[in-house]
């Protein structure tokens, strides 16, 4: 599942002059792992055991059993019919990640860094999370494989998640409030690695294809089952590939999972959505690729939102897993490099989809994946009806239920 080396190397790994077998991290001038002293050797322990055990068949086996027994894979892939007619235009498929057990591509994840710490003998794991999708998934995980497991959240995301922290707990993991700065998913990134920090034998489970090598291409990996199965479920319904794949970025590990095995398929356009918020002032969104410029957060290189002084600015999105003012790094790569297009949506434009999947399919997504419906929402009137649309619907949207309920009242 995890071996990559039987598909030719990607623009990514082309760019890396030392090729896939020794890949240093860094996509083009981004990424690196970019750590203080007390880091470097945990960071390169988990690098090295990546390496070691990406490809073992042990390993690999045990994953690919838990993604199918555990996790539910394969996830569907659906032919929105009556959405397709409302909007006129192409053809919209959605992957269906929200069926995922716990409701949310995360799990890909974090089953597999769970299983790497296991072999590492590791016995405590901590996490960041923003929506709750990513601590959920990592309490589920850590319960499973008899794991000590703490996740950092932010103080306004344990707010607008409530029903989230309680799975988490249910889950025997404990949930810290984050309530510095502006007690975000920034702020709960801070926390744990501070945590981890002073305690280098905790295993820093990562959410999103953010942070030091090995975190960017390790969660690409895991994540990139996505796209694999996408790209043959569409070959087995449609006998051609799609003209665009869109997901939402925030981090951006769905939208690396559902991109990185399309990557050498030129014809695929590649669109990945950003929270546009309520505008382009700073502080209105968290569209880091889009309004950002390079530069380093969290371990590594990559787009981020700063204000006039330098700092990291604050950040605003509807949904609590985009609001991040950074993104990964191979995200800046691929907007460099003109693979893949950014853009943004709006709150607003996220809602209206939301309610627009809600009564045309039956289906109530997440308000992240949202994003990228909105943007089929703009982009389908006006293309060929032989088109075809790829969305990777990260997440569904029953953690988003309270959210969206008080905004009606
Ligand atoms: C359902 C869902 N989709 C998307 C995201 C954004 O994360 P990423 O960009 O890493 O996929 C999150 C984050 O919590 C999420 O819960």
């Not at 690409?220 to 996408?230: H, L, M, P, T």
């Not at 999972?257 to 014809?267: A, I, K, R, T």
């Not at 002084?309 to 003109?338: M, N, Q, T």
Request: charged share 20%.
């Amino acid at each position: 599942m995890l071996n990559e080396t039987s598909r030719p190397a990607t623009e990514t790994e082309k760019a890396t002059p030392a090729g896939p077998a020794a890949f240093s991290g860094h996509f083009g001038r981004f990424g690196g792992s970019h750590v203080p002293p007390e880091l470097a050797a945990t960071v390169a322990a988990i690098a090295a055991a990546y390496e070691r055990y990406k490809d073992e068949a042990g390993f690999r086996a045990e994953f690919d059993c838990y993604l199918t027994h555990w996790v539910g894979r394969e996830t569907p892939l659906f032919h929105a019919a009556n959405l397709s007619r409302e909007l006129g235009g192409a053809k919209i498929y959605l992957k269906r990640e929200d069926l995922n057990h716990l409701g949310a591509h995360k799990v890909n994840n974090t089953i597999g860094q769970a299983l790497l710490a296991k072999r590492m003998g590791k016995t405590r794991i901590i996490a960041e999370t923003g929506a709750g999708q990513h601590g959920v998934a990592t309490a589920a995980a850590a319960a499973l494989l008899g794991l000590e497991c703490t996740v950092y959240m932010g103080a306004l995301d344990v707010d607008r998640q409530r029903l989230n922290v309680e799975r988490m707990r249910m889950l025997g993991s404990a949930v810290v409030s984050v309530t510095s700065g502006g007690a975000g998913l920034k702020e709960a990134v801070d926390e744990a690695l501070r945590v981890w920090m002073a305690d280098p034998d905790i295993f820093y489970v990562i959410g999103s294809v953010v942070g030091p090598h090995p975190y960017p291409v390790m969660v690409r990996d895991f994540q990139s089952v996505i796209g694999r199965e996408a790209r043959r479920q569409i070959l087995a319904a449609e006998g051609r590939l799609p003209d665009y794949c869109l997901a939402c970025v925030g981090g951006g590990s769905n939208a690396m999972g559902l991109f990185h095995p399309f990557m050498e398929d030129s014809e695929v356009k590649l669109m990945g959505v950003e929270p546009g918020g309520r505008g382009a002032g700073l502080g209105e969104h968290a569209a880091s690729l889009t309004h950002g410029a390079p530069g380093l957060l969290h371990g590594s290189f990559s787009y981020l939102l700063r204000d006039a002084a330098g700092e990291v600015a604050p950040v605003h999105s509807i949904s609590a897993g985009l609001d991040y003012p950074g993104v990964g790094p191979e995200h800046s790569f691929l907007k460099e490099s003109g693979r893949a297009e950014y853009v943004t949506i709006s709150d607003a434009e996220a809602l209206a989809a939301f309610r627009l999947l809600c009564r045309s399919e039956g289906i109530i997504p997440a308000l992240e994946s949202s994003h990228a419906l909105a943007q089929a929402v703009k982009l389908s009137p006006g293309l060929p009806g032989d088109n075809i649309i790829l969305i990777g619907l990260s997440g569904r949207g029953d953690k988003d239920m309270a959210q969206i309920t008080a905004m009606q009242a």
